[in-house]
């Protein structure tokens, strides 16, 4: 399993890095969201621990957008906070935080929770097969069929078939998918979203129809 450490104290990441790699986890420690954000393009990890004073974006910040990202939404996510106070702690837990350490902690205290929050992210793991109409989409495989045949998709036009077809009926507007998908605000340049949303219907071919557009706000996948 692959865990990613958000810490900027050098001391302090690498010690975290030793311990989550001598419990046997693969690990990468970043100093700060920047380089976190860049490795998020070529991977998803297990878990991520997350210090919540980071030099130039807060953790509180990097949670929000982790969890509005269809990629990472249900990623575990440990926040970490020297300041220890109660507010830190119910906002990151309200923002969808699974634990909270409150620094200074030990090393086996953390190793601990980290096995605890992935036994329970294991057991409710959302069905990772999904179907709409004709279209079956396995999460596991990373594999889309149509009428039984696999149909090859870009990253972002699976994304964005795994987002509708996991919330069936849901209208979703061009900036939200922008966010979730793209994870950056285009100012408003949803052209993009446009293009994508057409070279996915044409590759669901007849079923593509089922991908509605809901005039004047975004789109919606229905089942049928």
Request: aromatic letters at 6%; charged letters at 30%.
């Amino acid at each position: 399993m692959m865990i990613f450490c958000v810490e900027d104290d050098d001391s302090s990441r690498e010690l975290m890095v030793y311990a989550l790699a001598a419990a046997g986890y693969e690990v990468q420690g970043f100093a700060d969201g920047t380089a976190f954000r860049e490795a998020l393009k070529h991977i998803t990890p297990d878990l991520v621990l997350l210090d919540i004073m980071l030099p130039d974006e807060n953790g509180i910040t990097i949670l929000k957008k982790l969890r509005n990202r269809a990629q990472t939404a249900d990623v575990p996510v440990i926040m970490a906070s020297a300041k220890g106070t109660e507010y830190d702690k119910v906002v990151g837990l309200d923002l969808g935080a699974d634990d909270y350490l409150a620094k200074p902690f030990g090393m086996t205290e953390m190793v601990s929770r980290v096995k605890a929050v992935l036994r329970r992210s294991s057991r409710h793991k959302a069905p990772t097969l999904l179907r709409a109409g004709q279209v079956e989409l396995n999460e596991s495989a990373h594999t889309v069929l149509v009428h039984g045949k696999p149909v090859e998709l870009t990253l972002k036009e699976y994304e964005l078939l795994r987002l509708f077809m996991g919330n069936p009926g849901k209208v979703f507007s061009r900036e939200a998918l922008l966010a979730s998908v793209w994870d950056m605000d285009f100012g408003g340049e949803t052209r993009t979203v446009d293009v994508h949303v057409g070279t996915l219907r044409m590759k669901l071919q007849d079923q593509g129809e089922l991908i509605r557009t809901v005039r004047g706000v975004g789109y919606k996948m229905e089942d049928r």
